[in-house]
């Protein structure tokens, strides 16, 4: 009696070559993705050129661009790794207000001035991850949606801020602070450079670390994830501190550049950082994200300002053409990831 002993087809682990396509394929989309940010960019900076002129190509120009891109982009650096991770947070504004308020106090510039300057720094930095580890304990181990966690989050820290402001503008007067901050380094402003050094390390920490790997797990998948073996809660929190963090960087950039502290620092900041992230290529959905792709939407954006400024059209004119950039940036990621998926 014959009988059938054909052996069950078994799975076979992806070989090196399997490994290396794959690697090939996410390296050769994410470059075209930064080749048509650069295009865009470079076509934006082309219609700054032809209808601003010299205006809008001198050095001084250049400069402020970069400097009005230096602050939101620290806030951008550290949303993508939020939104990478599948989370999403509103209150970015709200914590550099609140930072920078609360680094602004007489009584934190009376210690700035006996003790040394970098007493505001610290300040700022510790009210940042401060509200960052708040928004990430209520959502991982709280199990508040992200939305109504980092809403609260926006509506208490802005009435923190005029409650201890008084809604009045705190001008800082810590010599120290602001001689650093308006130097410059072979010509590059000192807030420019502070950008620069915190995408590198943004970019570091998300391609190179095992932080990062486990950013794109538990944004991909989070019940993967968590059966892999990685503290899902516990990883939530750091990346919601890590966007503190970069929010009282940010705060420290703020007062530097306005010599000030308000309760109405920041405003609308939660909306250019995630439109710099999106636009960047960062899925809202998580799994995938790009600090190269967020440096060049911060600067796309800046940029876009900075030609409707010099060409005296309105506030509502640019709001539209955000807005219009942001849908067709959406419309964009989600067309790539049908086509990626199975």
């Known amino acids: 009696m014959n009988r059938n002993t054909t052996a069950p087809a078994v799975d076979r682990p992806p070989t090196a070559n399997h490994a290396k396509r794959g690697v090939t394929a ?3 989309s994410a470059a075209g993705r930064n080749t048509g940010l650069v295009v865009a960019l470079v076509l934006l900076c ?3 050129v032809v209808t601003a002129g010299d205006r809008f190509a001198d050095v001084d120009n250049l400069l402020t661009i970069l400097r009005l891109a230096s602050v939101v982009g620290v806030v951008s650096v550290g949303m993508t790794f939020v939104i990478t991770g599948g989370g999403i947070d509103l209150s970015v504004g709200a914590i550099v207000a609140l930072s920078s308020v609360w680094a602004t106090t007489l009584a934190t510039q009376a210690m700035a001035n006996d003790t040394h300057w970098l007493v505001v720094v610290l300040a700022a930095l510790a009210v940042g991850a401060g509200c960052g580890v708040v928004n990430g304990l209520l959502i991982a181990y ?3 949606v992200a939305f109504i966690a980092t809403l609260a989050m926006l ?3 802005r009435g923190l801020s005029e409650i201890i402001s008084n809604r009045k503008t705190q001008i800082v007067n810590v010599p120290g602070f602001t001689a650093f901050f308006d ?5 590059v402003p000192v807030l420019v450079v502070i950008f620069a050094l915190v995408a590198l390390i943004g970019w570091v920490v998300l391609n190179r670390t095992t932080f990062g790997r486990r950013t794109f797990a538990v944004g991909g998948n989070p019940e993967a994830a968590r059966l892999a073996g990685i503290d899902v809660r516990r ?3 750091l990346l919601y501190t890590l966007l503190g963090v970069c929010c009282g960087i940010a705060a420290i950039m703020l007062i530097a550049r306005t010599t000030t502290g308000s309760s109405t620092h920041g405003q609308l900041y939660e909306l250019d950082a995630i439109a710099a992230v999106v636009i960047g290529g960062t899925l809202l959905s998580g799994g995938r994200g790009t600090i190269a792709g967020t440096v060049f939407g911060v600067l ?4 876009l300002s900075n030609v409707f400024t010099l060409n005296n059209l309105s506030i509502s004119a640019q709001a539209v053409a955000k807005g219009a950039i942001i849908v067709v ?3 964009l990621q989600q067309r790539l990831a049908r086509r990626s998926g199975p």
């Open 26 to 28: 996410l390296l050769g």
């Open 46 to 48: 082309l219609v700054g």
């Open 142 to 144: 709280g199990r508040i």
């Open 155 to 157: 509506a208490a820290s």
């Open 183 to 187: 130097a410059s380094v072979l010509g």
């Open 235 to 237: 990883h939530t929190v």
């Open 300 to 303: 796309i954006f800046t940029t």
């Open 329 to 331: 940036a959406v419309l």
